[in-house]
């Protein structure tokens, strides 16, 4: 029981069950209301079309006027019969102009607004008594044009008149003779003709109202007269329409896009038939004359609502219950073989690596099973080999001399080999990971650096240990602690000591017989008074030279025995570093351009003010030209270049000589060592110099830097720091 409401089958089912039902009332919801809303939508748009063609169509209403009232007003003898008053002559004139036109009635007023011609198409009566003696001149729109004021719409006003025959749309437009106002034309349309006309375009129901919500005229119900008290609208609802379409640009359309948001809309019962109402402004050379109303009729979209409703229901219920007799079979499916690897991977956790699931399918629960077969096969195999290197690794770090230690990020020992327990125990007494701080605490000198491994000596209690250790990383790089080789080289330093002690001792003893050889071969020299004779007087130089060269090399060794004892004492005074430098590129200028080789200097004007021991200075630098000029060739070049920042002044000595191998550029500052390239084979040195070079000016608190390239030339850049006064200087001037 247990298994079956918890188990994979029941929450495939269960949840798939309960979101089906979901999904599908949801579904079948949001498919009626996008058909109830598209059946709106297109309601709605019919609207807007239908309020479009209305705005259009009053547009057109408003051309055609125009263009009779021009006709009117350009007619030869329309003018001068005017101005004289001439109703014969009017009479004969303006029933021609309009009898096949689409306007309803002409009136022809004088300068002061009173009737003088009128002719009205609406009336089955006289066409003229309409208009007969009536005196338009308290309308202010007729004052306007007769007295000639221009706006920016122009010259033309349009007026809504109630006349007996019903109301009527005039355009108004002046009558001129010779550019002087004679008189006006007033070319209307019947209100009522113009709302069937509208409702014609626009395949609508179209009612016009004025700004008190009274019904003009209207298509609704085929016009009859209570009808119109049925759809009459409060004056309100004018100020309401046009506050909305007045924040539209599109304000002159009647209609806004959306209209259920942006136009107002009512609904009502006419003889039993439901329409909406969508309202705008009725509006004319920027004057408005009150509401217009677009109407449609709605009860289709009721009954097609109800009719897609039903059907989607009927549809939606049939596709749930198949959806889930489907799901709970898939369900079914997937929850055999899941519960078959639940029990596999159950047994492989516990340790059980040869159980296999055996599921054979052709589909992901299949690649999904074989794929965990295979891994379980993997780990097993691997799982023997992991065993097999354990007990090598641990036969290797049992026999091996070399004492063995991991170390996590705090220095603490998490693996060891007998060999490094033996090795600490017999220095500090005890093997633990305080006894080893212990020793990392004791004088430790670093022998060297390469990558991310390091090598330090440890003298402690009269024994020596020389430790490697590198940083072990995860897959991710970052450190996860430190592996350490320690090696007892207690026997190693003590003959290193008794060398360098050996050196030390020759080379104090080999000055005295040097200096004996020195003496005498210049008393040679000075007592011969010219009785040597030439290969003598050569071998004499030779003795010389060769003595001189033995007494540097001799210093040399003094020097670096002085070094590695900490007694070379600096004097230090304020010199003038680019003074220095000048000084020194002098001294060697013979030398370097004897061997034709260009020599280029580059210094400061400022004098960069240093901290310095000169005759030590002069050393460490002279050798770094020495190297230049022994191993640059004839035609080569060397350059001197003093530069700096606001801390330190550097000092670039390259030359384009052979080169340095890029196997021996990390020993080039050893003791002793020489870099062993063909082109200088026959070079001679002891391996001293850069040696020296780079021991003085760790001694000044700088440093020595190199780069070179076999073939190119070699690069050597020293830093010294600069005295407070002058490391504020940012640039070289």
């Known amino acids: 029981m247990k298994r079956l409401f918890s188990g994979i089958g029941s929450k495939i089912v269960f949840p798939y069950l309960l979101l089906t039902l979901i999904v599908a009332g949801i579904g079948a919801f949001i498919v009626v209301s996008l058909v109830t809303g598209t059946l ?20 057109e209403y408003e051309e055609d006027r125009l263009a009779v009232l021009r006709q009117v007003a350009l007619t030869e003898g329309v003018p001068e019969g005017l101005a004289s008053q001439n109703h014969q002559q009017l009479q004969l004139l303006i029933p021609q102009i309009i009898v096949n036109s689409p306007t309803d009635a002409v009136v022809l007023l004088d300068r002061n607004g009173r009737t003088q011609f009128a002719w009205d198409q609406t009336t089955d009566s006289d066409p003229e008594a309409t208009f007969a003696n009536t005196n338009f001149a308290q309308i202010e729109d007729v004052q306007f044009v007769l007295s000639g004021f221009v706006d920016q719409y122009g010259d ?22 010779d550019d002087k106002v004679v008189g006006a034309a007033m070319v209307g349309t019947a209100v009522r003709k113009m709302a069937i006309g509208l409702t014609e375009s626009a395949i609508a129901r179209v009612t016009l109202y004025s700004q008190s919500g009274q019904v003009i005229a209207t298509t609704l119900g085929n016009g009859r007269e209570n009808i119109a008290d049925l759809i009459e609208e409060p004056a309100s609802q004018y100020t309401a329409v046009l506050n909305l379409l007045t924040e539209s640009p599109n304000r002159y359309q009647v209609v806004a896009e959306n209209a259920e948001t942006n136009v107002p809309l009512r609904r009502l019962e006419v003889l039993n038939q439901d329409y909406q109402l969508a309202f705008g402004d009725w509006r004319l050379r920027n004057e408005s004359f009150g509401l217009f109303s677009v109407a449609l009729p ?14 989607l229901n009927l549809v939606f ?3 749930t219950v198949a959806v889930i007799m489907i799901g709970y079979l898939v369900a079914r499916s997937i929850a055999r073989p899941l519960n ?14 040869h159980q296999r699931t055996g599921i054979l399918r052709n589909d992901e629960i299949g690649t999904l099973a074989l794929s965990f077969d295979t891994m379980t096969e993997r780990l097993d195999k691997r799982n023997r ?5 354990k007990s090598e690794l641990a036969a290797i770090l049992q026999s091996i001399a070399d004492g063995v230690i991991m170390l996590d990020n705090e220095n603490n020992i998490v693996n060891s080999n007998p060999a490094a327990q033996k090795m600490i125990a017999d220095i500090t007494g005890e093997f633990s990971s305080a006894s080893l701080q212990k020793l990392f605490a004791a004088s430790s000198t670093n022998i060297s650096i390469e990558g991310s491994e390091m090598t330090s000596r440890y003298d402690m209690n009269g024994r020596v240990l020389s430790a490697s250790s590198a940083l072990v990383k995860t897959p991710e790089g970052s450190p996860s602690g430190t592996v350490m080789v320690l090696r007892d080289i207690t026997r190693a330093a003590e003959a290193e000591h008794l060398k360098d002690d050996f050196i030390t001792s020759m080379s104090h003893e080999l000055r005295t017989p040097l200096t004996v050889v020195k003496l005498y071969t210049d008393l040679l020299k000075r007592s011969a008074n010219g009785a040597l004779a030439e290969q003598e007087h050569t071998y004499l130089e030779k003795i010389a030279k060769g003595s001189n060269e033995l007494e540097k090399h001799i210093q040399k060794m003094i020097n670096i025995s002085e070094i590695q004892a900490g007694t070379l004492h600096l004097k230090e005074a304020e010199t003038s570093f680019t003074a220095f430098i000048r000084e020194l590129a002098n001294e060697w200028r013979p030398k370097i351009e004897a061997k034709e080789i260009f020599f280029a200097v580059q210094l400061p004007e400022m004098p960069l003010l240093v901290s310095a021991d000169t005759s030590r200075l002069h050393w460490a630098i002279a050798n770094l030209l020495e ?14 270049t003093v530069h700096h920042d606001s801390e330190n002044v550097y000092l670039r000595v390259a030359d384009s000589g052979v080169g340095i191998a ?8 050893e003791r002793f060592f020489r870099a062993k390239n063909d082109l200088n084979y026959g070079e001679r040195g002891i391996g001293l110099g850069l040696y020296i070079a780079r021991e003085i000016l760790e001694l000044h608190g700088g440093s020595i830097t190199m780069e070179s390239k076999v073939g190119v030339g070699s690069t050597f850049t020293c830093a010294i720091p600069l005295q407070a006064e002058t490391a504020v200087i940012k640039e070289p001037v």
């Open 40 to 59: 709106h939508e297109r309601f709605n748009n019919q609207l807007l079309d239908s309020g479009r063609v209305v705005a259009e169509s009053m547009v």
């Open 156 to 177: 033309k006003r349009v007026i809504l008149v109630d006349t007996p025959s019903g109301h009527m749309l005039f355009t108004v437009g002046p009558v001129l003779l």
């Open 298 to 311: 709605s009860n289709f979209i009721v009954n097609a609502a109800a009719t897609s409703r039903n059907s």
């Open 317 to 319: 219920t049939i596709a």
């Open 340 to 353: 078959r690897l639940v029990d596999v991977t159950t047994d492989v956790t516990e340790g059980n690596l």
């Open 385 to 389: 080999q992991l065993i097999a290197q």
């Open 627 to 640: 190297n230049a000029l022994t191993y640059t060739a004839e035609k080569g070049s060397i350059q001197l």
């Open 662 to 669: 890029h196997g021996d550029q990390p020993f080039i500052f």
